[in-house]
């Protein structure tokens, strides 16, 4: 890229985490200037972690100025289940050129959800429940806080060298996601209403570090479907360790 070209920005939250035995919706949200900028065309093709060519330059569908396409079922049938893949997409963007941006993805087996509602953060902030007395906000759902605090849960783990997709208990992370919800909840309020919010929001962050830290999950190291023990936990956070590929 110039120093003259324009800079778009693609708004790739996480991997792309491609799913066995369903279809899989992928996006390419591109942005300049705080708004969607919207191709007029463009192509997306997916690697597998040997580089062979699983999509091949298939045309996106631009809905609400979003490049989009649908990794079918088909597609990843007999594909082993991996990192290491990679989703590229060739977008003409309003400038008139080709901008080809990148995203990490997997061949997965299962996704991770959260484990947690607005209900869950109620129970412990009951003055954040729209439909209660004198609510301290007016918003009417957390929904991005959950899905951001997610965000920030699954990229650590990453990052740790760690697979959100192989943890088969999701409920164990819990109060990682609660807490780190409730402090992006706080810290927001401490910015846009009263500084006074920070302390709670600070009292979460600190919950949220100390979960973390002792986080231990049963976990799928082989990727068969089912965890490697179901009394060994694994410890999630105190050391860095890899997970090699494994086919089915």
Partial sequence: MSSTETRYSARFQMPDLLEQGR????????Y????LAEPSSGTVTVFNAAGTE???????VVSGSIATYTVLAAAL??????EGWVVEWALVMPDLVTHTFRNSAACVRRRLYPSITDLDLFRRESSLNPAGNDPVTTLADYQDFIDEADVDVQQRLIQKGNRPNLITDPSTLRPVWL????????EDMATRQNE???AKAAHYRDMYEREFSRLSVLYDGDDDGMPDSATNRRSLAGSVW???????
Avoid: I, K
């Avoid at 300049?32 to 708004?35: I, P, V």
């Fill in 196 to 198: 006074t919010w920070a």
């Fill in 242 to 248: 890899l997970c090699g590929r494994s086919s089915r």
């Fill in 23 to 30: 279809d899989n919706a992928t996006q390419c949200p591109a």
């Fill in 77 to 82: 049938a007999a594909e082993n289940l991996e």
């Fill in 32 to 35: 300049l200037d705080g708004a």
């Fill in 179 to 186: 807490y780190l919800t409730l402090s992006l909840v706080f």
């Fill in 54 to 60: 699983v999509v091949s330059a298939a045309a996106v």
